[in-house]
Structure formats: structure tokens, C-alpha cells
């Protein structure tokens, strides 16, 4: 077999693969016996099929058949001989076969690229710090309350922000009545935003049995395209009208948190520790993601196979999907690519970094930090060995752990060579950060 390998541009390869016609009558004679012993022809004996007959027959069949035989062998070999990995599927050109000739073909592909990253030497990176305060768990209470509230029926004349009304409605455009416009007996907390902006605020001042239009507009990056940027006008029945009553903090309160002592005191401390794990998680992603935004800035010309970005974007595709209950029904190339392919580029270019990082650094899987993050995940939950057991039973689940070790050690080592500047953030804008990304 001869391999000619080329390099069209930085990432790409072909190779030009010819198979002596011998080896390819060698592979025929091989596919051909194999079927002699299967076919079965009228006025001969199953397996005593004449070489010549099968060959009549079935020899322009099998001479096609074994075409990506040869073709994925040659690869296979060539590609191993040479050490090269492609990214995704191969593009198949210039195919010759003929009978008793060389068969040949061309491979064009993409490789993942031979970097030698750019460290953070000298680098400037934030690193956000944020302390749990009494004002904080008294807002997490206030929250928890909240989400708790009681409603009933309000004897106050007119609708204000916070009350809960149920209405009858209806939108029009440009006279019509549209798709997805009207609803019955639903349930809206003034003062939500849950509506297009000027809805909620229309029904302020309300009364319940008071009917009302009101004129809004669509917002213009709606998600109904033929609504964007329209105006409307929405008839309006108040049906009921509700106040919403905040529950004590009291011994039944505390307990429906699973505080079996119902006091106060244990209720904070419970709290405090369930709001510092979920922040020093959330501090611990907030930084690396930091660490990762300047080593890609860092090395921002790094080239990156357009085969891992597309395969990339077929799985935020999928994600995205499962993530909405779309179901297999769906089909996600009904998705457009570029909503995914920033996100997409951003991973593939992150992997490829973090990888030769890991290289140059000489760095090795820290298995004390994986027991230490698989611990820290299970005390979360109630069954602590339960999860624990889950990681470790399972090799792919363990892989994804691995992966975040290793992380967390390339953005340890990185910082060490940046020059790192501490931020200091409240609680709340840590979590409304992290609700953002």
C-alpha cells in the first residue's frame, strides 16, 4: 500500500492511499468464497455453488461491497503508520477502482492542533471573595417566606403590585385575534414581570368583575417572530382578586425545612451552612471560569478544527433539546447553528487549550481531589453514600469528576504565575451572576 500524506493548511491532512490490484483480488477472492458458501441458486446444493457461477452472478456486487472494506482498512492502517488523529468524518475523493487496476482514493480531514500554550505570566485575573452575612440569611428568609405566602381573597377595592389576580383575556393585532393570545382563569402576581412589560402594569388599579383594555407592545426579541415589535391590545376580566399573607417564622415554618428542633437560632445555622456550600461552589466556577477566559485571550489565535466546532454544535443542539423536554421527536437540526456556535467554538478551543496545558505542566489526576469533590457533591444530599457510590460505580461518571479535577488543577497552577487581583462581591450579585451565565 502506498501513502502519500499532505498538509493543505495548518490543520487539514489528506492522504493519497493506493492498493495494489493483487491485494485487491486477494480481498475479492476472500469476499467471494464467503459468499459461495451463502447464496443459494436453483439446481445446486446450499455451500456447492460453482466459483465461476457466484462469480457471473454476484461479482460486480461484491467488487462494490468491498469498496469500504478496503477503503476504512487502508484508512485505518495509514492513519496509525503515520499517527494521526482526525476530527470527525473524513471527506472521500477521487475514488478509482477498476477491475484488475490499483484501487486509490483520496482522505481530507482535520487534525486537533500541536500547540505549546501561552501561560499567564504576568497576567492581571480577578478572583471574587463574598462573606455570608446576618443581612443575607435574613433575605434568604424573607425569600423562603415568600415562596410560602398564603393567598386569599382581598376585600381591598382596586389591584396593587404583590396582590394575585385571575383573569379572563384575550390580545388582538391590528384588529385579530392570534395564536397563543388568550387565556382563562389564570393566575398572575402583579409585579411578577411574568408578562409582557405593560400588561401587569394595565391591570394595576383594577377591580374584581372590571373589565379593561390595555395597549402594549411586543417586545422586539419576542419569540413568536410575528409578534416582534407589535403593537396590541389585550381585553381584560378580573374574576378574582387575592392578598398574599407571608407565614411566621415560627416552630412549624422552621420544621417544614427539616429543622427537627423548630428554634430559630438552628434554623439560621442550617441555613448559613446550606447558602455557604452553594457559594463556594459557585465562587469556585466564577474563578476558574476567570482563570479560563485569560488563557483563551492569552491565546486567542490558537487554530481550532471546524469538525469539533460542528460536532459541538450537534451536542449543545441535543442538550438544549433534552433541557426543554423537546423529546426525540424533535429534530434538532430545526435549530440554527448559530445560536450555538459561539458556545460551541468557546468549549472546543477551551478543551484544546486545557489539554496541551496539561502536557506542558506535566500535570497527573489528583485522586485525593476527586474523593475530596465527590464528597463535597454527596453532602448535599440526603444519602450521602448513595452518590458517592454512583460516581464510583460507573467509569463514565467517574471521567466527568476526573475531568473537573483536572480543572481545578490547571486553574491552580495558572493563578500561580498571574498576578491575581481580589473583588469583593455580596452575596446576592454572586447569585444572580451565577443565575446569568
Given at each position: 500500500m502506498q501513502v502519500v500524506l499532505e498538509s493543505p493548511s495548518a490543520l487539514e491532512r489528506q492522504f493519497t492511499?493506493?492498493?495494489?490490484?493483487?491485494?485487491?483480488?486477494?480481498?475479492?477472492?476472500?469476499?467471494?468464497?464467503?459468499?459461495?458458501?451463502?447464496?443459494?441458486?436453483d439446481g445446486f446444493r446450499p455451500g456447492k455453488v460453482p466459483a465461476s457461477v457466484v462469480r457471473q452472478r454476484y461479482g460486480q456486487a461484491i467488487r462494490q461491497e468491498i469498496v469500504s472494506d478496503l477503503m476504512e482498512k487502508a484508512l485505518g492502517q495509514a492513519l496509525s503508520e503515520h499517527d494521526v488523529k482526525p476530527v470527525g468524518q473524513p471527506?472521500?475523493?477521487?475514488?478509482?477502482?477498476?477491475?484488475?487496476?490499483?484501487?486509490?482514493?483520496?482522505?481530507?480531514?482535520?487534525?486537533?492542533?500541536?500547540?505549546d500554550p501561552e501561560l499567564l505570566d504576568g497576567v492581571e485575573i480577578e478572583q471574587t471573595k463574598c462573606k455570608i452575612g446576618a443581612a443575607d440569611i435574613k433575605e434568604m428568609i424573607a425569600t423562603l417566606r415568600e415562596q410560602?405566602?398564603?393567598?386569599?381573597?382581598?376585600a381591598r377595592a382596586q389591584a396593587k403590585d404583590g396582590d394575585r389576580v385571575t383573569i379572563n383575556f384575550e390580545g388582538f393585532v391590528d384588529g385579530e385575534a392570534f395564536?397563543?393570545?388568550?387565556?382563562?382563569?389564570?393566575?398572575?402576581?402583579?409585579?411578577?414581570?411574568?408578562?409582557?412589560?405593560?400588561?401587569?402594569?394595565?391591570?394595576?388599579?383594577?377591580?374584581?368583575?372590571?373589565?379593561?383594555?390595555?395597549e402594549v407592545t411586543f417586545p422586539e426579541d419576542y419569540h413568536a417572530e410575528e409578534l416582534k415589535g407589535k403593537a396590541a391590545t389585550f381585553k381584560i376580566d378580573v374574576t378574582k382578586l387575592e392578598r398574599g399573607e407571608l407565614p411566621p417564622v415560627d416552630e412549624e415554618f422552621i420544621k417544614a425545612f427539616g429543622v427537627e428542633s423548630g428554634t430559630e437560632a438552628d434554623f439560621k445555622a442550617e441555613l448559613k451552612e446550606q447558602m455557604q456550600r452553594e457559594l463556594s461552589m459557585t465562587l469556585k466556577n466564577m474563578n476558574k471560569t476567570a482563570v479560563f477566559d485569560a488563557l483563551l485571550e492569552k491565546n486567542a489565535e490558537a487554530p481550532v478544527p471546524q469538525a469539533a466546532i460542528a460536532s459541538e454544535i450537534q451536542t449543545l443542539k441535543h442538550q438544549a433539546v433534552e433541557r426543554f423536554g423537546g423529546g426525540q421527536q424533535f429534530d434538532v437540526n430545526q435549530l440554527p447553528d448559530e445560536l450555538f456556535k459561539e458556545q460551541a467554538e468557546r468549549r472546543v478551543r477551551l478543551g484544546i487549550l486545557l489539554g496541551a496545558t496539561v502536557k506542558k505542566l506535566e500535570l497527573v489526576v489528583d485522586q485525593d481531589r476527586i474523593k475530596a469533590l465527590?464528597?463535597?457533591m454527596a453532602s448535599a444530599y440526603d444519602d450521602p453514600d448513595q452518590v458517592v457510590n454512583f460516581y464510583y460505580s460507573n467509569e463514565e461518571n467517574l471521567k466527568q469528576v476526573e475531568a473537573l479535577a483536572v480543572e481545578e488543577q490547571v486553574a491552580e497552577q495558572l493563578l500561580k504565575k498571574a498576578t491575581t487581583q481580589s473583588v469583593e462581591m455580596s452575596y446576592a450579585d454572586v447569585m444572580k451572576s451565577r443565575q446569568a451565565q
Open positions: 492511499i493506493t492498493v495494489p490490484a493483487a491485494d485487491v483480488e486477494i480481498e475479492f477472492e476472500s469476499k467471494l468464497k464467503d459468499t459461495a458458501k451463502r447464496v443459494r441458486i471527506t472521500i475523493d477521487d475514488v478509482t477502482f477498476e477491475e484488475g487496476q490499483d484501487f486509490s482514493f483520496k482522505a481530507t480531514f482535520e487534525t486537533f492542533p500541536e500547540i410560602r405566602k398564603s393567598w386569599k381573597e382581598s395564536e397563543g393570545g388568550k387565556g382563562e382563569d389564570h393566575a398572575l402576581v402583579l409585579g411578577s414581570g411574568s408578562m409582557i412589560p405593560g400588561f401587569e402594569d394595565g391591570i394595576v388599579g383594577m377591580k374584581k368583575g372590571e373589565s379593561r383594555d390595555i465527590i464528597d463535597e
